[in-house]
Nanobody, 125 residues
Framework: QVQLVESGGGLVQAGGSLRLSCVAS????????MGWFRQAPGKEREFVAD????????YYAGAVKDRFTISRDNAKNTVYLQMNSLKPEDTAVYYC??????????????????WGQGTQVTVSS
Protein backbone atom coordinates (compact mmCIF):
# COMPACT_ATOMS: atom_id res chain seq x y z
CA GLN A 1 0.00 0.00 0.00
CA VAL A 2 1.37 3.37 -1.03
CA GLN A 3 0.15 6.87 -0.29
CA LEU A 4 1.55 9.70 -2.39
CA VAL A 5 1.55 13.39 -1.50
CA GLU A 6 2.64 16.05 -3.99
CA SER A 7 3.88 19.51 -3.10
CA GLY A 8 5.68 22.45 -4.66
CA GLY A 9 3.01 23.68 -7.04
CA GLY A 10 2.11 27.32 -7.35
CA LEU A 11 2.06 30.36 -9.58
CA VAL A 12 5.11 31.22 -11.63
CA GLN A 13 5.83 33.52 -14.56
CA ALA A 14 6.72 32.18 -17.98
CA GLY A 15 10.40 31.38 -18.19
CA GLY A 16 10.62 30.61 -14.50
CA SER A 17 11.32 27.39 -12.65
CA LEU A 18 9.53 25.22 -10.15
CA ARG A 19 10.37 21.95 -8.41
CA LEU A 20 7.65 19.51 -7.50
CA SER A 21 8.08 16.85 -4.84
CA CYS A 22 6.16 13.67 -4.19
CA VAL A 23 6.62 11.84 -0.91
CA ALA A 24 5.58 8.21 -0.63
CA SER A 25 4.61 6.35 2.50
CA UNK A 26 6.03 3.00 3.53
CA UNK A 27 9.40 1.31 3.40
CA UNK A 28 9.10 -0.17 -0.07
CA UNK A 29 9.49 2.99 -2.13
CA UNK A 30 12.41 1.52 -4.04
CA UNK A 31 10.13 -1.25 -5.29
CA UNK A 32 8.21 1.25 -7.41
CA UNK A 33 9.01 3.06 -10.57
CA MET A 34 7.56 6.57 -10.43
CA GLY A 35 5.87 8.78 -12.96
CA TRP A 36 4.51 12.29 -13.34
CA PHE A 37 1.34 13.09 -15.27
CA ARG A 38 -0.56 16.33 -15.78
CA GLN A 39 -4.06 17.39 -16.69
CA ALA A 40 -5.24 20.78 -17.89
CA PRO A 41 -8.94 21.75 -17.67
CA GLY A 42 -10.91 20.23 -20.52
CA LYS A 43 -8.00 18.08 -21.64
CA GLU A 44 -7.00 14.47 -21.19
CA ARG A 45 -4.45 13.52 -18.59
CA GLU A 46 -1.07 13.25 -20.25
CA PHE A 47 2.23 11.62 -19.46
CA VAL A 48 5.11 13.86 -18.40
CA ALA A 49 7.99 11.72 -17.14
CA ASP A 50 8.94 8.39 -15.59
CA UNK A 51 11.91 7.10 -13.63
CA UNK A 52 12.84 3.50 -12.92
CA UNK A 53 13.29 2.01 -9.46
CA UNK A 54 16.96 2.74 -9.07
CA UNK A 55 16.89 5.88 -11.17
CA UNK A 56 18.95 4.36 -13.97
CA UNK A 57 16.48 5.22 -16.71
CA UNK A 58 14.23 8.18 -17.34
CA TYR A 59 11.58 8.89 -19.95
CA TYR A 60 9.99 12.16 -21.02
CA ALA A 61 7.13 13.40 -23.11
CA GLY A 62 8.29 15.36 -26.13
CA ALA A 63 6.58 18.51 -24.86
CA VAL A 64 8.80 18.67 -21.77
CA LYS A 65 12.01 17.05 -22.91
CA ASP A 66 15.08 19.26 -22.34
CA ARG A 67 13.10 21.45 -19.92
CA PHE A 68 11.97 19.06 -17.18
CA THR A 69 14.06 16.62 -15.17
CA ILE A 70 12.74 13.74 -13.08
CA SER A 71 14.83 12.38 -10.23
CA ARG A 72 14.41 10.37 -7.05
CA ASP A 73 15.94 9.96 -3.62
CA ASN A 74 15.01 6.55 -2.31
CA ALA A 75 16.43 7.32 1.14
CA LYS A 76 13.85 10.10 1.41
CA ASN A 77 11.01 8.23 -0.30
CA THR A 78 10.74 11.15 -2.68
CA VAL A 79 10.52 11.72 -6.41
CA TYR A 80 11.08 15.17 -7.90
CA LEU A 81 10.17 17.00 -11.05
CA GLN A 82 12.39 19.97 -11.79
CA MET A 83 10.64 22.25 -14.28
CA ASN A 84 12.62 24.94 -16.07
CA SER A 85 11.74 27.41 -18.82
CA LEU A 86 8.08 27.09 -17.96
CA LYS A 87 5.46 28.02 -20.53
CA PRO A 88 1.77 28.90 -20.11
CA GLU A 89 0.89 25.60 -21.79
CA ASP A 90 2.51 23.81 -18.85
CA THR A 91 -0.38 24.99 -16.65
CA ALA A 92 -2.09 21.92 -15.23
CA VAL A 93 -2.65 19.80 -12.17
CA TYR A 94 0.40 17.59 -11.79
CA TYR A 95 0.06 14.10 -10.38
CA CYS A 96 2.68 11.63 -9.26
CA UNK A 97 2.06 7.93 -9.65
CA UNK A 98 3.70 4.64 -8.69
CA UNK A 99 3.93 1.40 -10.63
CA UNK A 100 5.16 -2.00 -9.50
CA UNK A 101 5.37 -3.91 -12.75
CA UNK A 102 7.91 -3.52 -15.48
CA UNK A 103 6.57 -2.12 -18.73
CA UNK A 104 7.75 -0.49 -21.91
CA UNK A 105 4.51 1.53 -22.04
CA UNK A 106 5.40 4.02 -19.33
CA UNK A 107 3.12 6.71 -20.76
CA UNK A 108 -0.06 4.70 -20.19
CA UNK A 109 -2.05 5.59 -17.07
CA UNK A 110 -3.22 2.02 -16.54
CA UNK A 111 0.33 0.88 -15.88
CA UNK A 112 0.38 2.77 -12.57
CA UNK A 113 -1.05 1.40 -9.34
CA UNK A 114 -1.16 4.41 -7.01
CA TRP A 115 -1.86 8.10 -7.54
CA GLY A 116 -1.48 11.26 -5.52
CA GLN A 117 -4.09 14.00 -5.23
CA GLY A 118 -2.21 16.40 -7.47
CA THR A 119 -0.72 19.86 -7.15
CA GLN A 120 -1.67 22.89 -9.24
CA VAL A 121 0.94 24.56 -11.41
CA THR A 122 -0.03 27.83 -13.05
CA VAL A 123 2.28 29.61 -15.48
CA SER A 124 1.40 33.19 -16.33
CA SER A 125 2.55 35.23 -19.30
Amino acid sequence: QVQLVESGGGLVQAGGSLRLSCVASGRTFSSYAMGWFRQAPGKEREFVADITRGGSNTYYAGAVKDRFTISRDNAKNTVYLQMNSLKPEDTAVYYCAARRLNTVAVSEERRYDYWGQGTQVTVSS
